[in-house]
């Protein structure tokens, strides 16, 4: 009978975390020069498969993007999914969100998975900065476009007699914000001075990236995060004998224009990567049929965006307003939390969100509390290093830290047996910020 | 003064009106030196009535200046459609000063409400207030936009006419320019003036290259004003609502190509706006956006 139907679930799923790989990231213009965005996130994908026994599974659904894509890429990730080792039955989609791609493909599909409408899922990203596309000037195109419209030889002559010499001169992607014409650099480094973040402390940042990924490297932890290719079987811009020293002999290279000193360096920025990750997730009915143990619950997200146009805030400051208001919802304090990923697109800006956090103005001003948000134990930030140590293939920047640290929170629940806590926040072009909760499973 | 109306049969095409003016600053150096210059403001506005939007030349002018092509027509455009009629004005053998040459000082607009493409437009233009200047003579031109009676949309664009008597000291010197912090740059390539010229019809040989520039007193070719007033008015946005009043002082040429460096901000009254030379901490153009 019709009416007897539910349309509801009793209880809903929970969206978990089980596993993860990636290939090593690669400094632009190294082993993965000649490698394409749909051959790196293939190579990632069937490395999961590989890895927990997906061969011909029909996933729920693969949701994957990269943030420099060709337009030939349209279906990205579905043409990844038919040339992989998974069931052609895959269903897929692309999604793009700037840096924050990889961690929104992560939150969305867990959020299908928490609705019911999907049992599994593998999110991912991907992005090459040596193969980027190159486009076509815009008056070329357009004389192109309408050549290819045009009916009569009249027609086409005045369409053709509109391309200059000039127009014929590739249109590389753009780094800068389209909005400010200032670059990602640029932005941090008027963020960098408005809260004075000295270059020594930028620069401990970076030395601290560097030693926690070449430890958890030599103590095995990416052994099963982790496909070789191409000849590539580390990440390739780690550099485990930097030091303090070493870092402070290198040269600025952002904020020169300022009046205040620059301090931004080629070494406590993150360098041009080639890379994709992907993140293995499922509901517990789906883990338990597969065999495979939960590492993480992906509790909840909350994005947030600033008007870095009009100077408000800082270009890479969106992740300072996300937090509070996503703590905030879930009842919790930084204290609460074991683990504290802060993407390092800049050394500075792990440095200017913690420093946020600590002022009373900021915490009463610009996030309507009684004062400071908080501090972070910088015992918990980036255990196993961040991006300025393993690069930054800007889509793969998510599936990294969320397979990273869902790994290591299930390490130490097995250890300590009580909840372990992760706070993820990653920063995005266009004032985007994206963070979230990830919980011990 | 009362003025006189002459209506036009539509709005003039800028380079015949620059050729014009060119032949009246002919004349009027002529008249100058025989002492019979004309001493006032011709007592006349123009009028031109019934002007439609071009689709394309809308999308055209927003897509140049970084405006979303919307139905509703940027102050920019308007002025774009609209000031030719003043220009006319201002090639008149009865207008005391050359037209060639005139230095743009300033502009405030005031866009009483959004006007939209569907809209057919009355323009009506005349030039007022002859005064000193420390550095010669300045004229404001005024032009009016009305849709079925209704005034939409006003300019004042104040031009300077360098060394032209009265020269009695303005008095007026300059603060020193202090740099605010920057919110993003424009960096412009060379072709910038060509391109706005497209738009705007504003051909004059300043804006379009080294060479035309160079034979009129300037190492390169320079932006128009009113290309980096809208650039800022683009970089306001959505936040300057549909009723404001939007003024700007053009302090130095941008020469081309070019890095201005701006801040854009909101403050106590609306959105601000500067634009400099980072290099020589030298202000280009400083305005501001104003609710209405």
Redesign the interface.
Known sequence: MAASKTTTPAAAPRALVLGGNRIPFARAGGKYAHASNQDMLTAALDGLVARYGLQGERIGEVAAGAVLKHSRDFNLTRETVLGSALSAETPAYDLQQACATGLETVVSLSNKIRLGQIESAVAGGVDTTSDAPIAVSDRLRRALLDLSRARSVGQKIAAASKIRP?DLAPATPRTS?P????SMGEHQA?TTA?WGITREAQDEIAFASHQNLAAAWAEGFFDDLVTPYRGQSQDGNLRADTSLEKLATLKPTFGL?LDTPATMTAGNSTPLTDGASTVLLGNDAWATAHGLTPLAVVVDAEAAAVD?????DGLLMAGAFAVPRLLERNGLTLADFDYVEIHEAFASTVLTTLAAWESETFGRERLGLDGAFGTVDRARLNVHGSSLAAGHPFAATGGRIVATISKELHRRRAAEGRPVRALVSICAAGGLGLTAILEAA | MTLRTVPLPGVPGLGGVYARGAGAAARLAIARRAGRAPAGLPDVAYEVRGVEVDPTHLTDYQHLLGEPASDVLPAGFVHVLAFPVATALMARTDFPLSLLGLVHLSNVVTQRRAVRLSEVLDVRAWAQDLRPHRAGTQVDLVTEVSVAGELVWSGVSTYLAKGVSPAESGGDAREEFVAPVPTGQWRLAGDVGRRYAAVSGDRNPIHLSKVSAKALGFPRAIAHGMYTAARALADVGAARGEAFVWSVEFAKPVLLPGTVTVRVAADDEGFAFTGWDAKRTRPYLTGTVRPL
Do not use: A, I, P, Y
Not at chain 1, 308 to 312: A, K, N, R, S
């Open positions: 000039k914000e909005r400010t014409g200032l008027l408005q224009g870095f146009v009009h100077g408000v």
